[in-house]
Nanobody, 116 residues
Framework: QVQLVESGGGLVQPGGSLKLSCSAS????????MSWYRQGPGKERELVAA????????NYADSVKGRFTISRDNRWNMVYLQMNNLKPDDTDVYYC?????????WGQGTQVTVAS
C-alpha cells in the first residue's frame, strides 16, 4: 500500500537547522511531484516547497526562500527538506505530499518546534 513516512522533526533553537526526510513506497515515485506542506493549530495547511518528478524544477513559499531547500533521490524514493536559519514562525507540523494527476498522498506529519 501507499506510504509516506516523514522523519527528522524536533526541537531546535532559532537560527538552527533541521533536515526532514520522507520515505515513499507503494506508488511510482519518480513520476510524482513531491511537496512539503506545514500546518499549525487553527491554520490552513500551506505549501512550503515542491519539486517535480525529475527534480529539475522547484518552488518555494516566499517565507522560506533562501532558507529551505527541497531535494529528492529517485533511486531510494526519498524526498528531503533542508531547513536553515529556522525561525519561531516555522514551528508547525510538516507533511510530505505526493501528487500526480488526481492522485494525492499524504504522510502523517512530523513536528518542528523552533524555540529558545
Amino acid at each position: 500500500q501507499v506510504q509516506l513516512v516523514e522523519s527528522g522533526g524536533g526541537l531546535v533553537q532559532p537560527g538552527g537547522s533541521l533536515k526532514l526526510s520522507c520515505s515513499a513506497s507503494g506508488f511510482a515515485f519518480s513520476i510524482y511531484a513531491m511537496s512539503w506542506y506545514r500546518q499549525g493549530p487553527g491554520k490552513e495547511r500551506e505549501l512550503v516547497a515542491a519539486i517535480t518528478g525529475t527534480g529539475g524544477s522547484t518552488n518555494y513559499a516566499d517565507s522560506v526562500k533562501g532558507r529551505f531547500t527541497i531535494s529528492r533521490d529517485n533511486r531510494w524514493n526519498m524526498v528531503y527538506l533542508q531547513m536553515n536559519n529556522l525561525k519561531p514562525d516555522d514551528t508547525d507540523v510538516y507533511y510530505c505530499n505526493g501528487a500526480y494527476g488526481s492522485h494525492y498522498y499524504w504522510g502523517q506529519g512530523t513536528q518542528v518546534t523552533v524555540a529558545s
